[in-house]
């Protein structure tokens, strides 16, 4: 009977060992998920700075309109990671006073070079969303993960920083999200 009892603690503990190994992997998937998805993040923030940027010194545009888009872009470029945050807001804000009107749009698409510009910057602009949206995603799953008691017993996590949501206004401006086409 002292045998069998012996079997059964060795099968549990090595049940244990198991689900906690598989625990700790899953939450170091969700770690390197949260990473890529912060890599995209920030690849589709610096793009769509880059692109508004890029239209303020075009020409395109009006000056007064052209200095507001590039001193936020520049500003959401320039962020520190503490104030990234609040810069990339403001520079959704200046994408929305400006192309607020469709009639603004389509003074830009009028000029030689404007469609495609017009164009890039819209897909910019809706993709900062969904970027966003993913990495979000992927931090609200990995923080309910370590929220459980086994996870923070065993210290599952190990050293990694708690997970952050990435905050900021990005809706788009209605003139940019509605073309065709994009």
Do not use: C
């Not at 389509?106 to 993709?127: C, I, M, S």
């Not at 809706?171 to 940019?176: G, N, S, T």
């Amino acid at each position: 009977m002292t045998v069998t009892l012996f079997v059964w603690i060795v099968v549990a503990l090595i049940a244990i060992g198991v689900y906690l190994s598989w625990t700790a992997g899953r939450l170091d998937r969700l770690h390197s998920r949260i990473d890529a998805a912060r890599a995209a993040l920030d690849a589709q923030l610096l793009r769509r700075a880059s692109v508004t940027q890029e239209l303020a010194t075009s020409g395109v545009l009006d000056p007064a309109a052209s200095i507001v888009l590039y001193e936020a872009a520049h500003a959401a470029r320039q962020a520190e990671e503490d104030h990234r945050e609040v810069a990339e807001s403001e520079l959704s804000t200046a994408l929305r006073a400006v192309f607020g009107e469709a009639a603004q749009v389509e003074a830009v698409k009028e000029v030689p070079g404007g469609e495609d510009a017009a164009t890039e910057l819209a897909a910019a602009v809706r993709r900062v969303p969904m970027a966003r949206r993913f990495h979000n995603d992927s931090v609200r799953a990995a923080r309910a993960l370590r929220r459980h008691r086994t996870v923070r017993l065993f210290r599952l996590a190990g050293h990694a920083p708690f997970p952050l949501a990435f905050e900021m206004d990005d809706a788009p401006p209605v003139a940019l999200a509605d073309r065709p086409g994009t």
